[in-house]
Every structure is written in C-alpha cells, then in structure tokens.
C-alpha cells in the first residue's frame, strides 16, 4: 500500500506514516501547544517552559522532543507558514515522518537539526540535515614592523571581557622572527591564554582559537609597529547540532538537498 501524502503549506509533504507504513508500525504523537511564531510542519522542536508548550530549537543544547506533524485533530487552524502561534501542535515522538532534507542524505547519513541560520531566512530553524555546519576557531595573522631596541606590546581582549596582554622588546639586531618567538614563548607560559588561544608561526604571530566558535580581538597596544594584524578565520558558532548521538533517530530514505526524506524516530 502506497504511503499516503499530505501536502501543506511550502509544499512540503508528510506523512502520517506510523500504523501505515511497514506493516502496522505504531506512530505517537503529543499535542502541545505552540508558543513560539507560527512554525511549519516537519520541524523539530523543544519543550517550552511547561511540559505542554514547545517552541522552535533555540541553541546547541536545545532538547530535542520531537517533529510537528500535519493532523486534522491536533494542529489546529493552519496559516501560509503552518501552526499559528499559541495554537494546538501535533508532535511526533515515535514512528516515521516525512521531511524535507536541506542537504543531500542517505539511510548511512547522520542526523543534524538546525538551531539557528547565521545570514539565512529564519525559516530553516528546526529544519533537518545530514551535513554538520561546524563551529569555526578563531584565526588571527599578526606581521610586526621589527626596529632595534623597541617595545612592542598586544592586548588579546575576549568577549567575557577575561584580557591578557603581553610585552616584548626587540634586541639590537631584531627579526620579525626573534620579536614574534618572543611573544609565543610569553604566550605558552601562560596557562590560561593558551586554554584559550595558541601562538604558532614564524615570521607572524599565528593566533589560534582553542574554543570554536569563541570570538576574541588582538589589539596593537605599545609603541612598536605591525604592519597588519588581520582576522585570518572569522569564529563562526555553527548552525546545527547533531541528533543521533544522543536520541534514537535515523534517515530511512535518501533524498537530494530540498528533496522529501523519511526519518524515524523512537523519542521517550
């Protein structure tokens, strides 16, 4: 028997395939009610301050509770993008469903879900993936003006407002290198910047995030010159965290980036 289509609005489709597909597997959903903006159908969602509210995934450490899910008795009314706000939602916890997939997958794909879309549509939040978008460390190139018998100072401020600044002097025959060894041994002794920040290179400074994700800004604060102090790598927190390491949850189909996949899930 053919598994049957709803089509809603975005003209995503999904189905209610639980006690359809596969030979009688069960489906079971909750309905709660939605607090958030009016969300689409196919998105996961977290549990909102009560038990019986839920929201659209807001951070990497979102608890992940379910999928929403077209139904003619728990969704209530629908609008141009699905669930009006403070409205019944229908949420899948176990059994299949049919979702768009935003990159290509397959059955061997691992599950990511979108929490947030940096200079993306909101829209995407909730949506699903088989495509990690990675948080980015932090790279900053530092090239130093060397002069003979000049000081020369940085200051690596953090967003936590935690800074630490460091002071060098160049000898009487100073190198780009031999100012630059100086700062990363200054930097290496010290625990807690290098918890934070690596200095590598040779004739630039390299500075390396250790935290992905976690911005920080390198300032030219002594009297000696550098050329340029440049953000090699912007931190980018990423977009996604993934699902299926910690909850029971997998790819049943393949399906081409924007195209219908089934997912199935087995949520306590």
């Given at each position: ?95 299949r469903i049919r979702v768009i997939a935003e990159e290509a997958v397959t059955p061997a794909s691992q599950v990511f879900m979108r929490y947030q879309n940096a200079g993306a549509s909101p829209e995407g939040i909730g949506r699903f993936t088989g495509t990690e978008d ?135």
């Amino acid at each position: 028997m053919a598994i049957p289509q709803i089509v809603y609005p975005e003209n995503q489709a999904v189905g209610l395939e639980g006690d359809i597909a596969d030979g009688g597997r069960d489906a079971h959903s909750r309905t709660r009610v939605n607090i958030a903006a009016d969300m689409n159908f196919g998105r996961g969602v977290s549990v909102g301050a009560a038990d019986d509210e839920v929201l659209l995934p807001t951070g990497v450490a979102t608890a992940f509770r379910g999928i929403t899910r077209f139904s003619h008795t728990g969704s209530g009314s629908t609008t141009a993008t699905g669930i009006p706000q403070n409205m019944p939602a229908s949420i899948l916890t176990k059994g299949r469903i049919r979702v768009i997939a935003e990159e290509a997958v397959t059955p061997a794909s691992q599950v990511f879900m979108r929490y947030q879309n940096a200079g993306a549509s909101p829209e995407g939040i909730g949506r699903f993936t088989g495509t990690e978008d990675a948080a980015v460390a932090k790279v900053v190139t530092a090239t130093v003006t060397a002069v003979n018998d000049t000081d020369y100072q940085l200051t690596i401020h953090f967003p936590d407002n935690e800074e630490f600044v460091y002071d060098v002097t160049g000898d009487a025959s100073a190198t780009a290198t031999e100012i630059n060894d100086d700062f990363r041994t200054k930097m290496a002794a010290d625990a807690g910047f290098t918890a934070r920040v690596v200095a590598t290179g040779t004739t630039t400074l390299i500075l390396t995030g250790q935290l992905v994700g976690e911005d920080f800004l390198v300032n030219d604060s002594g009297p000696g010159d550098w050329a340029s102090i440049t953000d090699t790598i912007a931190a980018a927190t990423g977009d996604t965290v993934r699902l299926d390491d910690v909850h029971s949850i997998q790819w049943v189909t393949s399906a081409s980036a924007g195209e219908i996949a089934v997912l199935e899930l087995n949520l306590p």
